[in-house]
């Protein structure tokens, strides 16, 4: 699952209302021939057996690197704490992933909470964390769960380079109110139709000019071709770009926190406690930081989970 605009990632991955489509699996068993290779013992053909002593817990993940690496960090996090573990990356799809967890060939995914809500329920219209997980736990189905979620979140922001940041004193969205009619915003082609009254109605922003920069935003603001512009808050290019992605404290943009969802079955007290640190500690602008390194840097995403691990204390 090839990011490209992040929309496309988690459209069928974790049907955010974009509603754009995502890579399926090639065929066959989603499990086996294009995984990764597994760790651990036991696990390869039925269900999970997780929860008690000498069980195995399936970490999977989405085909697209961040989320590779969060299912490297879980894994990582998991053997730590002794807890017997079978890798399972680069499935495919969020339908494939799905029925996998319900199934309990999976133990563990990690998610966007408000992405996974979006795909139980397209309805809903919580935005903020707190109601996003009020939500799913009353949505999921009885074998699945949430754990924590952590801080960090992959999802759309408003960014400005660190010069407009300073010389504007921009620090959230609402900040921009004062300066917006000086500014011209850059995104996809569909983002003005999407946002125009959006950021009207809630912000109270009129911006100069819309320009349709798609996947060009991040170079965009670096090169001054926009000041204000729809960015990922994942996106290594933040780091790269030294950009700031600045807070929606009035959550136009909707929680999208990454969050371990479960087979409850699969989980003991241990390995809930392990992924609970995982997601104390996680948070946006080190997962960015953790991305240039898969992204940008090529580096080796179990490696780079290695370290991260190591550097908090968890692995």
């Known amino acids: 699952m090839k990011r490209g605009r992040r929309a496309v ?18 065929g066959g068993d989603p499990l086996g021939g294009g995984s990764s290779a597994s760790t651990g013992s036991g696990g390869s053909g039925g269900p999970a057996t997780g929860g008690g002593s000498g069980s195995t817990v399936v970490v999977g993940s989405a085909n697209f690197p961040e989320n590779v690496l969060l299912g490297s960090i879980y894994s990582q996090a998991l053997k730590a704490k002794g807890v017997k573990v079978e890798e399972k990356f680069n499935i495919g799809s969020r339908e494939v992933l799905y029925g996998q967890l319900q199934s309990g060939n999976l133990t563990v995914l990690p998610e966007y909470n408000g992405a996974l809500l979006a795909y139980l329920d397209a309805k809903s219209t919580a935005v903020s ?10 949505t999921l189905p009885a074998a699945l769960g949430i754990l924590d979620s952590s801080p960090a979140e992959d999802k759309d922001s408003l960014s ?7 010389k504007y004193n921009l620090k959230t969205i609402s900040d921009l109110a004062a300066k917006a009619g000086e500014l ?77 969802l479960v087979n409850k079955s699969g989980v003991d007290a241990t390995a809930t406690a392990a992924l609970n640190a995982v997601s104390a500690k996680l948070d946006t602008a080190g997962l960015t930081a953790l991305m240039k390194r898969v992204a940008v840097d090529k580096e080796d995403p179990s490696a780079v989970a290695k370290d991260w691990l190591k550097s908090n204390g968890l692995g």
């Open 184 to 260: 011209t915003i850059g995104g996809p082609p569909e983002f003005k139709s999407r946002r125009e009254q959006q950021f009207k109605d809630v912000y109270g922003l009129t911006f100069k000019e819309w320009k349709p920069t798609a996947d060009t935003t991040a170079n965009a603001l670096k090169d001054g071709g926009v000041q204000v512009g729809n960015v990922f808050t994942t996106d290594p290019k933040i780091v790269q770009y030294k950009l700031v992605a600045l807070a929606d404290p009035k959550n136009v943009f909707g929680a999208q926190n990454i969050t371990p």
């Open 129 to 138: 964390t707190q109601d996003v997980n009020a939500a799913l736990a009353t």
């Open 160 to 166: 400005v380079s660190q010069e407009t940041a300073d």
């Open 9 to 26: 990632v988690l459209g069928t991955l974790a049907a955010l209302a974009l509603g754009a489509t995502a890579c399926g699996s090639s």
